[in-house]
T-cell receptor
Framework: SQQGEEDPQALSIQEGENATMNCSYK?????LQWYRQNSGRGLVHLIL?????REKHSGRLRVTLDTSKKSSSLLITASRAADTASYFC??????????FGDGTTLTVKP | DAMVIQNPRYQVTQFGKPVTLSCSQT?????MYWYQQKSSQAPKLLFH???????NEADTPDNFQSRRPNTSFCFLDIRSPGLGDAAMYLC?????????????FGPGTRLTVL
């Protein structure tokens, strides 16, 4: 089974609202990353948080990591229609590889 | 701009007819990955190269092969595509020592098997 599991599977919000999605994983990690995928496109790296970090910010993104609970959350503040995409967490490294979760599909309505 | 390029973007093949997907990068990254992604699912790693060293995932079918003739190019060969191989195929690169796990993805090739 996948290392990372996202929750919820789908999220629909209004423009301007905040969106929170969660990722849980099973084994120890060195870092955790979040990626965005627009429909029919490749993935784009958003942010990486290392296992010794608890919180990280990048623009409207805020990522937290709780290694004791083996979970991470991605918060997108003041969402925009352009944020509509699928969001994946990926854990690693394991022999140089990352393992992706099943993703959260975010829809931001104008 | 440095990037990961995949050709073609859309590929249609017939059941059992070999097909090759290509990936090129201008990032000069050591590591190149091939993923298979089916609708609404996570990308599934098929294999990756660290320089010329090939690393196959245990559950990657023998039907899938790869070649990396040089740093810039990597190919995915599907020897006898089945209907279940219809998917998006994603190529990605990364550079050890510089955010080792940050991967840079190409736009993908959508494979249809008739």
């Amino acid at each position: 089974s996948q290392q990372g599991e996202e929750d919820p599977q789908a999220l629909s919000i209004q423009e301007g609202e905040n969106a929170t999605m969660n990722c849980s994983y099973k084994t120890s990690i060195n870092n955790l990353q979040w990626y965005r995928q627009n429909s029919g496109r490749g993935l784009v790296h958003l942010i990486l948080i290392r296992s010794n970090e608890r919180e990280k910010h990048s623009g409207r993104l805020r990522v937290t990591l709780d290694t004791s609970k083996k979970s991470s959350s991605l918060l997108i503040t003041a969402s925009r229609a352009a944020d509509t995409a699928s969001y994946f967490c990926a854990t690693g490294p394991n022999a140089g590889k990352s393992t992706f979760g099943d993703g959260t599909t975010l829809t931001v309505k104008p | 701009d440095a990037m990961v390029i995949q050709n073609p973007r859309y590929q249609v093949t017939q059941f059992g007819k070999p097909v090759t997907l290509s990936c090129s990068q201008t990032l000069n990254h050591n590591v190149m990955y091939w993923y298979q992604q089916k609708s609404s699912q996570a990308p599934k790693l098929l294999f990756h190269y660290y320089d010329k060293d090939f690393n196959n995932e245990a559950d990657t079918p023998d039907n899938f092969q790869s070649r990396r003739p040089n740093t810039s190019f990597c190919f995915l060969d599907i020897r006898s595509p089945g209907l279940g191989d219809a998917a998006m195929y994603l190529c990605a690169t990364s550079r050890p020592g510089q955010g080792y796990n940050e991967q840079f993805f190409g736009p993908g090739t959508r494979l249809t098997v008739l």
